[in-house]
């Protein structure tokens, strides 16, 4: 079957660094992606890693290793509106764009 | 650019009714998908589809539910006889042919469907 295994929920402090580690056991593997969803909003696009090694972008950096089934969301210099839920995402189908989401982390950064 | 629309944004509807959720695409994507989530949970895959057809539909529940993608207008995802289960939120995401290697997923705002 298909899993993706993520921490449920993080909290952290203004100004401060997190990891969100995401763990992966699916059919087949073209990708990883990152998603964040404040409450009652929809979900939107933060990263794509295909292959291995570290994405940056801005404050937030995606990391990915394969041959580990494992990769994770580092979100630097946290500001509040930061808060919301974090989803990791397996691309499983090279036919589409499919994807198979984690359950989801919700992180609440405080002041 | 007008962005991924749905509506209606909140359904509400008895036991046994149809729900009709609709979805238009961002201008320019052809590739639709719908997800479905629970309260507290990730979002589960249920249906892609291409203009005018079906390419992978092994998210969706074999009875009651179907979607469309019709040459013209909107895409439809439609539930008959709807039972409390089906209580959820309903996303609707597009994506162009060609991705630039993001294989980036444009969702809409959501339907969010109350089944009395």
């Known amino acids: 079957g298909q899993s993706l295994e993520q921490p449920s929920e993080v909290t952290a402090v203004e100004g401060a660094i997190v990891q969100i580690n995401c763990t992966y056991q699916t059919s087949g593997f073209y990708g990883l992606s990152w998603y964040q969803q404040h409450d009652g909003g929809a979900p939107t696009f933060l990263s794509y890693?295909?292959?291995?090694g570290l994405e940056e972008t801005g404050r937030f950096s995606s990391f990915l290793s394969r041959s580990d089934s494992y990769g994770y969301l580092l979100l630097q210099e946290l500001q509040m509106k930061d808060s919301a839920s974090y989803f990791c995402?397996?691309?499983?189908?090279?036919?589409?764009?499919?994807?198979?989401f984690g359950g989801g982390t919700r992180l609440m950064v405080k002041p | 650019n007008a962005g991924v629309m749905q509506n209606p944004r909140h359904l509400v509807r008895r036991r046994g009714q149809e729900a009709r959720l609709r979805c238009s695409p961002m201008k320019g994507h052809s590739h639709v998908y719908w997800y479905r989530q629970l309260p507290e949970e990730g979002l589960k895959f249920m249906v892609y589809?291409?203009?005018?057809?079906?390419?992978?539909e092994s998210g969706m529940p074999k009875e009651r539910f179907s979607a469309e993608f019709p040459k013209e207008g909107p895409s439809i995802l439609r539930i008959q006889q709807v039972v409390r289960g089906d209580s959820a939120a309903y996303f609707c995401?597009?994506?162009?042919?060609?991705?630039?290697?993001?294989?980036?997923?444009?969702f809409g705002p959501g339907t969010r469907l109350t089944v009395l």
């Open positions: 995402a397996v691309r499983d189908n090279n036919a589409g764009n499919m994807l198979t």
């Open positions: 890693n295909a292959l291995d």
């Open positions: 995401a597009s994506s162009p042919i060609r991705t630039g290697g993001r294989h980036e997923q444009f």
């Open positions: 589809l291409q203009k005018e057809n079906i390419i992978d």
